[in-house]
């Protein structure tokens, strides 16, 4: 860590305000490096002060040294960087950005996709197409989110039909899209989508980054108690625990709480307690995470602890049904070892194994239900599963 760093990152404005100054206008690429290096380790209103620093140093005079820092590419200073760049453009600046845009690395890509969200030159268009399903993440969401400044049909609708494709990760490509380019009427299709994916619990991770959980319930109760069961099981697995912030998860669930119970909403308020006490009960979930995440994780905990497992369990029976979207997590919830036999004659075929492999589980498991489930399994690789058990 160098002396330049510790300084304009710390208190002292006799240390910082000469080291923000020459960092502007020499540029001090180098620092800025070190800056977006060591962008997890630094707290955000530590980071947030380094951008107010930086701030008050640019003008219409050296704005144009911020090029130099578009090599590194930072969330973080993004915002900066760019709407100091568009600030103060002109012609000359914009045909610069396209041609860095076009020729530029990575990185660079990432600063210009977002400057031609503050400056609409539609010379931009086709490269924000050709990398918005970049493999980049920051490259491909900002390309997005920009054409959706634009107002950009054409990929768009290139992104509601890759919905429908029969690779996962292009489904999940095309609903990172469509979040970033943030048009809700693609809501209900993503939803749709998330009912035949592999990978439904990332799919639900992004939704509520494109609608409130509260007017997709609003909208359809089913689907949106669906996805909220997809985001917990999500939780600490796929998505951070941070992210309980940002989907608002104590709030969703207080309000649940306080509904007529449905067998949809004990499903989804049971499934959360077990994931909450089993999120409390490891230390390598929580060991990383700071006060807050930790604090809100123990709250939600103590609102769900008092739950009448006993009710709940019961009326998650209701969706003990192939047709159910909540079948699966009903099958973990649910004690009811007559009506998780009846899933043996499913004509769904991963709901049988889930039912033999519940049955195992509970150490219920007969040569019966397994003689009738091997009758109803044609797909070999679950067949196989199926014998071993």
Same mark, same amino acid.
């Given at each position: 860590?160098?002396?330049?760093?510790?300084k304009l990152t710390g208190k002292n404005p006799k240390d910082f305000e000469p080291v923000a100054f020459?960092?502007?206008?020499?540029?001090?690429?180098?620092?800025?490096?070190?800056?977006?290096?060591?962008?997890?380790?630094?707290?955000?209103?530590?980071?947030?002060?380094?951008?107010?620093?930086?701030?008050?140093?640019?003008?219409?005079?050296?704005?144009?040294?911020?090029?130099?820092?578009?090599?590194?590419?930072?969330?973080?200073?993004?915002?900066?960087?760019?709407?100091?760049?568009?600030?103060?453009?002109?012609?000359?600046?914009?045909?610069?950005?396209?041609?860095?845009?076009?020729?530029?690395?990575?990185?660079?890509?990432?600063?210009?996709?977002?400057?031609?969200?503050?400056?609409?030159?539609?010379?931009?268009?086709?490269?924000?197409?050709?990398?918005?399903?970049?493999?980049?993440?920051?490259?491909?969401?900002?390309?997005?989110?920009?054409?959706?400044?634009?107002?950009?049909?054409?990929?768009?609708?290139?992104?509601?039909?890759k919905l429908n494709s029969d690779d996962d990760f292009e489904k999940l490509a095309s609903v990172k899209?469509?979040?970033?380019?943030?048009?809700?009427?693609?809501?209900?299709?993503?939803?749709?989508?998330?009912?035949?994916?592999?990978?439904?619990?990332?799919?639900?991770?992004?939704?509520?980054?494109?609608?409130?959980?509260?007017?997709?319930?609003?909208?359809?109760?089913?689907?949106?108690?669906?996805?909220?069961?997809?985001?917990?099981?999500?939780?600490?697995?796929?998505?951070?625990?941070?992210?309980?912030?940002?989907?608002?998860?104590?709030?969703?669930?207080?309000?649940?709480?306080?509904?007529? !119970?449905?067998?949809?909403?004990?499903?989804?308020? &049971?499934?959360?307690? #077990? %994931?909450?006490?089993? =999120? /409390?009960?490891? @230390?390598?979930?929580l060991y990383d995470e700071s006060k807050e995440v930790k604090q809100e994780v123990n709250d939600i905990?103590?609102?769900?602890?008092?739950?009448?497992?006993?009710?709940?369990?019961?009326?998650?029976?209701?969706?003990?049904?192939?047709?159910?979207?909540?079948?699966?997590?009903?099958?973990?919830?649910?004690?009811?070892?007559?009506?998780?036999?009846?899933?043996?004659?499913?004509?769904?075929?991963?709901?049988?194994?889930?039912? !033999?492999?519940?049955?195992?589980?509970?150490?219920? &498991?007969?040569?019966? #239900? %397994?003689?009738?489930? =091997? /009758?109803?399994? @044609?797909?070999?690789?679950?067949?196989?599963?199926?014998?071993?058990?």
């Amino acid at each position: 860590m160098s002396d330049n760093f510790k300084k304009l990152t710390g208190k002292n404005p006799k240390d910082f305000e000469p080291v923000a100054f020459n960092l502007i206008n020499n540029p001090d690429v180098e620092l800025f490096a070190e800056l977006v290096e060591k962008d997890d380790f630094l707290f955000d209103f530590v980071k947030q002060n380094v951008t107010n620093r930086l701030q008050k140093v640019c003008n219409g005079s050296n704005y144009l040294n911020l090029l130099e820092f578009m090599k590194y590419y930072s969330p973080s200073y993004e915002e900066f960087v760019v709407s100091n760049l568009a600030k103060y453009a002109d012609e000359d600046l914009t045909d610069k950005m396209l041609d860095i845009f076009e020729n530029g690395s990575v990185d660079e890509k990432t600063y210009c996709a977002k400057f031609f969200s503050y400056i609409q030159d539609s010379l931009a268009i086709d490269l924000l197409k050709k990398y918005a399903f970049d493999e980049n993440s920051s490259l491909a969401s900002n390309c997005a989110q920009t054409l959706g400044v634009f107002k950009e049909k054409s990929s768009f609708n290139l992104a509601l039909e890759k919905l429908n494709s029969d690779d996962d990760f292009e489904k999940l490509a095309s609903v990172k899209f469509l979040v970033s380019y943030g048009d809700v009427s693609a809501v209900d299709k993503i939803v749709e989508a998330s009912k035949t994916c592999a990978m439904s619990e990332n799919i639900a991770s992004e939704i509520l980054y494109l609608i409130d959980w509260f007017t997709l319930y609003e909208n359809n109760k089913t689907n949106a108690l669906f996805i909220l069961n997809l985001i917990v099981n999500a939780l600490g697995e796929i998505t951070g625990l941070c992210q309980i912030f940002d989907f608002n998860l104590y709030e969703i669930f207080e309000y649940l709480k306080n509904q007529p !119970l449905t067998s949809g909403i004990a499903v989804v308020l &049971l499934n959360a307690r #077990d %994931k909450f006490f089993t =999120l /409390t009960e490891n @230390d390598e979930y929580l060991y990383d995470e700071s006060k807050e995440v930790k604090q809100e994780v123990n709250d939600i905990k103590k609102l769900l602890t008092p739950l009448d497992t006993q009710l709940y369990r019961q009326k998650t029976d209701d969706e003990l049904d192939e047709k159910s979207l909540f079948v699966f997590t009903a099958l973990d919830l649910s004690d009811n070892i007559e009506k998780i036999r009846s899933l043996l004659t499913s004509s769904n075929q991963t709901v049988i194994l889930k039912a !033999l492999e519940v049955l195992k589980s509970a150490d219920v &498991l007969q040569d019966d #239900d %397994k003689k009738l489930a =091997l /009758t109803k399994l @044609d797909d070999v690789n679950l067949k196989s599963i199926a014998q071993a058990m």
